[in-house]
């Protein structure tokens, strides 16, 4: 099991920039693909960002494609997510996720989602 705890999210105008981090402890965390979801009010949590446990293959959300950057600091047992150009439909709740089994090609569809954190929110206003 991996416990995680997330930190960075907060209020930044439409365009402005934040920088999400996912501390984590427990179970190996080069061997789990990580993860980004977010929620909002009223809507299902969508898969925003994953990254496999070697940091070789990503996968985003066609809506923050070119804004969002994952990465993942394996010796620091840590996981980012660099977020540019925000835009006020990106306001949610944010979420890291850990899981060690993914099915087919990688994506955050694919990946077995076992573990999650508490999460942090992220504001962007217009």
């Known amino acids: 099991q991996v416990q995680m705890v997330e930190s960075g999210g907060g209020l930044a105008q439409a365009g402005g920039s934040l920088r999400l981090s996912c501390t984590t402890s427990?179970?190996?965390?080069?061997?789990?693909?990580m993860g980004w979801f977010r929620q909002a009010p009223g809507k299902e949590r969508e898969g925003v960002s994953c990254?496999?446990?070697?940091?070789?293959?990503?996968d985003y959300a066609d809506s923050v494609k070119g804004r969002f950057t994952i990465s993942r600091d394996n010796a620091g047992n840590t996981l980012y997510l660099q977020m540019n150009s925000l835009k006020p439909e990106d306001t949610a709740m944010y979420y890291c996720?850990?899981?060690?089994?993914?099915?087919?090609?990688?994506?955050?569809?694919?990946?077995?989602?076992?573990?999650w954190g508490q999460g942090t929110q992220v504001t962007g206003s217009s």
């Open positions: 996720a850990a899981g060690n089994k993914y099915y087919g090609g990688f994506s955050c569809g694919a990946v077995n989602v076992e573990d």
């Open positions: 990254i496999h446990w070697s940091g070789s293959r990503t």
């Open positions: 427990g179970s190996t965390f080069d061997d789990y693909a």
